[in-house]
């Protein structure tokens, strides 16, 4: 991000940062990261947030996160406000889009927004900026009542799923998703009085809370888990002991799903730091898991699985509500690199099911490359297998399986329940 310096004053080098400037920065490191260099927010926030405090920390992704989301809207709104052409990759354009996505989304009063947003435009057109912000405020400005979606993926969806998915994409993407969790045990009736339950095991509660805070946090009858991502082990059913393998397990949403059902549950997963926090959150919750830190393209069992859960690596782009950076990062390019990925996958985990046992395939995205394509073109490889079509009873109300017997989630879904992220899911029988 560059800026060619302008006339006018200068902030001195020895005059220090205004109070809260810091998270500030960051969160502009965090966005120029992601959108200069593709990485993920989560990858991003490590190198972008040294130093700060978890407060701060928090502020910067929730700066970040808030920018992303709004910012085909934010763009329009500079782009009227000035007939200098602002490009993508300068710092003005940067930072005014953090400083309104303060103003207009997170409501961050004025002054500090416009005081620790100038010495973030570093030699560059202060005027111009402080000129933009000032307007802001003085014609109150107002975001539309939906976030725009990236024009490639409002493009990409419209033509697998047609215009109102992309709308009710539009409406889910506006806000964070509410916050869901899952139980080893159903809790009591007078228990979180303030949930709903949208499923056994399941309770959502509103956006907002910290999640170490919350009741029964550490005694570990609970996980975080969005309502979506507990169907593929849910289709699964009872383990009675028998052996799954649950592979890129980590960070453990479904191994300890698994666990609580009766399986004796191998976890697999390419990545040490994630493969931490799934025994972390195993040793919480007091469930057992075997756990195993390789890769599954060299990586074999020593014997075959009753049943093999493959939640392969993907686009994400089902989650995009919670990372509203995956939009602006994953292009055509990508969702074929991982389609190609999760066939070699899909081919490899095949020949770990036991005789008649079963093969559970779910990616957390909205391209049908990813899923009902993947699936299809496996079964053509392998007339032997078959799909084992899932019921609507085995599903939360709301949610039905399609004509092939698959699950889609897509946004539309149980949306005056708070909606739920995009999967998909297959369930296939080993002949």
């Not at 910067?60 to 990759?89: C, F, H, K, N, Y």
């Not at 802001?136 to 975001?143: P, Y």
């Not at 453990?252 to 959150?281: F, H, I, P, Y």
Request: charged share 20%; proline share 8%.
């Amino acid at each position: 991000m560059v800026d060619r310096p302008r006339r006018g004053r200068q902030r001195p080098h020895n005059e220090p940062d205004p109070a809260g400037t810091a998270p500030r920065r960051a969160a502009l490191r965090l966005v120029d990261a992601i959108l200069r260099r593709g990485d993920p927010l989560d990858v991003a926030m490590h190198a972008a947030a040294q130093g700060l405090t978890g407060a701060d920390r928090a502020f910067a992704v929730a700066i970040a996160s808030e920018t992303l989301r709004w910012m085909v809207d934010i763009d329009a709104l500079i782009d009227g406000a000035t007939a200098q052409i602002l490009p993508d990759d300068v710092k003005s354009r940067a930072v005014l889009r953090i400083a309104l996505a303060q103003l207009l989304v997170l409501k961050s009063p004025a002054h500090a927004v416009v005081s620790t947003a100038l010495p973030l435009v570093a030699g560059g057109p202060r005027r111009l900026v402080h000129a933009i912000l000032s307007r802001a405020q003085q014609e109150q400005w107002q975001l539309p009542e939906r976030a725009t979606l990236p024009l490639p993926t409002a493009e990409r969806w419209a033509e697998q799923w047609g215009l109102p998915m992309v709308e009710a994409a539009e409406a889910a993407w506006s806000a964070p998703p509410p916050i869901d969790l899952s139980f080893a045990v159903e809790p009591g009736a007078d228990e979180w009085p303030d949930a709903i339950s949208l499923a056994p095991r399941h309770r959502r509660l509103p956006r907002g809370q910290a999640v170490e805070a919350m009741p029964g946090y550490a005694a570990g009858g609970w996980w975080v888990q969005d309502l979506a991502a507990t169907l593929p082990a849910q289709l699964l059913g009872a383990g009675d002991g028998r052996t799954v393998l649950d592979l890129c397990a980590a960070p453990g949403g479904k191994t300890m799903q698994l666990a609580a059902a009766g399986w004796n549950v191998v976890a697999v997963d390419v990545s040490a730091k994630r493969l931490e926090r799934l025994g972390a959150n195993l040793a919480r919750t007091a469930l057992a898991a075997g756990i195993v830190h390789a890769d599954i393209r060299s990586w074999t069992p020593a014997a075959p699985a009753d049943a093999v859960l493959l939640d392969a690596p993907c686009s994400a782009t089902g989650i995009f509500r919670r990372h509203p950076d995956v939009l602006h990062r994953i292009e055509q390019r990508q969702i074929d690199e991982m389609a190609a990925l999760q066939r070699d996958l899909l081919d490899r985990a095949a020949t770990w099911v036991k005789p008649g046992g079963t093969l559970v395939y779910a990616t957390c995205s909205l391209e049908r490359a990813e899923g009902e394509e993947q699936v299809a073109a496996f079964l053509d490889r392998n007339p032997a297998w078959r799909v084992v079509p899932v019921e609507p009873t085995e599903l939360p109300d709301g949610i039905d399986p399609d004509t092939h017997g698959f699950v889609r989630t897509r946004p539309g879904l149980l949306v005056e329940a708070g909606g739920l992220d995009g999967f998909f899911v297959a369930r296939l029988l080993a002949p």
